[in-house]
């Protein structure tokens, strides 16, 4: 599934060398420069300069709150009955969890996750793919996933290619489940209980970010003694006023 969706082409016309071009567009929208070429013989006067921009909509993560059927196939959406979903600003002041859209297929250049590297510290990166074909072990690292736990560190996850579900608990232990496709890059704060699960289609492909080296001990519920869960839940009863954000 893409991460955006190609909508139109906006061709700029400039007069007199102008610099700048303004687009006022929604929230779920991008622009990206497609080209950019100078003309000495327009037919309109004082044209010198052509632009072409490509605008695209962003495609946004959906999150919901979960059903109770846990004995069920959890790759399935688990929905509610009537479904209830949540928009991001009140899932970061519910949990904390941040999420950005990025662009997968150029992701080294995008301007998103170089400004988060930057700003974060994220030094680390490497890349996984969880499907039955290249996971070893896959039966237990899917089992190992989906068990309630926290890290000490934040957990950040960019996805190329593929889809899965993670899933939060709420201020009020409640789980809420995030839909991860290609180019959704989501933080989850250290400290929260969570968990992951692939979807019906068994497969994603994910970069992962670290701040130096990187972490990977998960701590299984209960885990409430640790500092890291102490802090969280301070900042959660705060509705994360005072937390890092880019």
């Given at each position: 599934m893409p991460s955006v969706s190609f909508l139109w082409k906006y061709i700029y016309y400039t007069q007199n060398s102008c610099h700048g071009v303004c687009l006022l567009l929604p929230k779920s929208y991008r622009a990206e420069l497609h080209s950019t070429r100078w003309v000495s013989h327009f037919p309109a006067p004082r044209i010198d300069r052509i632009i072409e921009i490509n605008i695209y909509q962003s495609k946004m993560v959906k999150v919901w709150f979960m059903d109770n059927e846990q004995k069920i196939d959890q790759r399935l959406e688990h929905h509610r009955s009537p479904p209830a979903y949540l928009e991001l600003p009140e899932l970061y002041q519910k949990t904390g969890v941040e999420y950005f859209k990025i662009n997968a297929d150029d992701y080294q250049n995008d301007a998103i996750l170089r400004e988060l590297r930057a700003k974060r510290g994220y030094t680390y990166d490497d890349e996984i793919t969880c499907s039955e074909k290249c996971l070893p072990d896959y039966a237990n690292k899917l089992?190992?996933?989906?068990?309630?736990?926290?890290?000490?560190?934040?957990?950040?996850?960019?996805?190329?290619?593929?889809?899965?579900?993670?899933?939060?608990?709420?201020?009020?232990?409640?789980?809420?489940?995030?839909?991860?496709?290609?180019?959704?890059?989501?933080?989850?704060?250290?400290?929260?209980?969570?968990?992951?699960?692939l979807d019906s289609n068994n497969f994603v492909k994910v970069r992962r970010y670290f701040v130096g080296k990187p972490v990977w001990t998960p701590h299984n519920r209960p885990a409430d003694d640790l500092d890291c869960r102490k802090s969280y839940l301070k900042h959660q009863a705060e509705n994360f006023v005072q937390f890092k954000q880019a």
């Amino acid at each position: 599934m893409p991460s955006v969706s190609f909508l139109w082409k906006y061709i700029y016309y400039t007069q007199n060398s102008c610099h700048g071009v303004c687009l006022l567009l929604p929230k779920s929208y991008r622009a990206e420069l497609h080209s950019t070429r100078w003309v000495s013989h327009f037919p309109a006067p004082r044209i010198d300069r052509i632009i072409e921009i490509n605008i695209y909509q962003s495609k946004m993560v959906k999150v919901w709150f979960m059903d109770n059927e846990q004995k069920i196939d959890q790759r399935l959406e688990h929905h509610r009955s009537p479904p209830a979903y949540l928009e991001l600003p009140e899932l970061y002041q519910k949990t904390g969890v941040e999420y950005f859209k990025i662009n997968a297929d150029d992701y080294q250049n995008d301007a998103i996750l170089r400004e988060l590297r930057a700003k974060r510290g994220y030094t680390y990166d490497d890349e996984i793919t969880c499907s039955e074909k290249c996971l070893p072990d896959y039966a237990n690292k899917l089992k190992n996933f989906f068990t309630e736990h926290l890290h000490t560190e934040e957990e950040i996850r960019l996805v190329l290619d593929g889809s899965g579900y993670f899933d939060v608990r709420d201020n009020e232990e409640q789980w809420l489940r995030i839909q991860v496709v290609k180019g959704d890059l989501i933080i989850i704060p250290a400290g929260i209980y969570h968990r992951f699960t692939l979807d019906s289609n068994n497969f994603v492909k994910v970069r992962r970010y670290f701040v130096g080296k990187p972490v990977w001990t998960p701590h299984n519920r209960p885990a409430d003694d640790l500092d890291c869960r102490k802090s969280y839940l301070k900042h959660q009863a705060e509705n994360f006023v005072q937390f890092k954000q880019a």
